[in-house]
């Protein structure tokens, strides 16, 4: 059984003034998001952590090395594949300026499915990227312990997976940046949720 420890990174200021902050944006943590960060390698330092894998995005590989630090600075691996939902042209636009959020237009389901954001990606495609690592984790280290520093949309795409959900049931949910939750996966690719949005030791946290 591999268990896999999944953090949020910490807080930008994009966070903080809620503005998307999808996959074409490269926003560095703020104040309260370089506290985060060492609240959370607080919190890893005394796990037995086989590998570090992270989006290559700049607040999730930060947060990732300030974690490795507390590990002998393990190399962190970069994955792609990680990175947050693509956004299209809505990056960069306030979260009040699009109808209602983002949640809702990425959950509103039409005879075609569920929706790409314009220019963008589908909640779908982000599950299918983010449970492929997760699976490629569970073969790689089948008796290990990871972890993976990813964004709110692919934490909550791999949470879905893990209970059954749908991806419409995204919404269900509130992740806090700098937050981490568990999961416990066999080399067959079944999974169960151990702990989810555990953020008690940190000094502030926000929604996406």
């Not at 947050?84 to 039409?110: N, Q």
């Not at 599950?127 to 993976?148: D, H, M, Q, T």
């Not at 520093?149 to 795409?157: A, E, N, P, Q, R």
């Amino acid at each position: 059984m591999t268990r896999i420890f999944i953090a949020r990174h910490a807080e930008t200021e994009w966070n903080r003034i809620r503005r998307i902050q999808g996959g074409g944006s490269d926003t560095p943590l703020n104040e309260t998001g370089l506290k985060q960060v060492k609240c959370l390698a607080g919190r890893l330092a005394n796990e037995k952590l086989a590998m570090i894998i992270s989006s290559p995005l700049g607040r999730a590989r930060v947060t990732a090395e300030a974690i490795a630090g507390e590990h002998g600075s393990m190399p962190v691996e970069l994955e792609p594949d990680l990175r947050e939902i693509d956004a299209g042209e809505l990056e960069g636009k306030a979260v009040a300026e699009v109808g209602g959020g983002l949640g809702l237009l990425l959950t509103a389901v039409s005879e075609n499915g569920l929706p790409s954001l314009p220019g963008g990606e589908s909640l779908a495609d982000v599950r299918e990227r983010a449970w492929r690592v997760v699976l490629n984790l569970a073969s790689r280290f089948p008796e290990g312990e990871v972890l993976i520093v990813t964004h709110y949309f692919v934490v909550l795409s791999i949470i879905c997976r893990v209970l059954g959900l749908r991806e419409t049931d995204i919404r269900k949910f509130r992740l806090n940046t700098g937050s981490l939750s568990i999961i416990e996966v066999d080399p067959a690719g079944t999974a169960k949720l151990v702990v989810f949005n555990e953020s008690c030791f940190q000094v502030d946290s926000h929604p996406w």
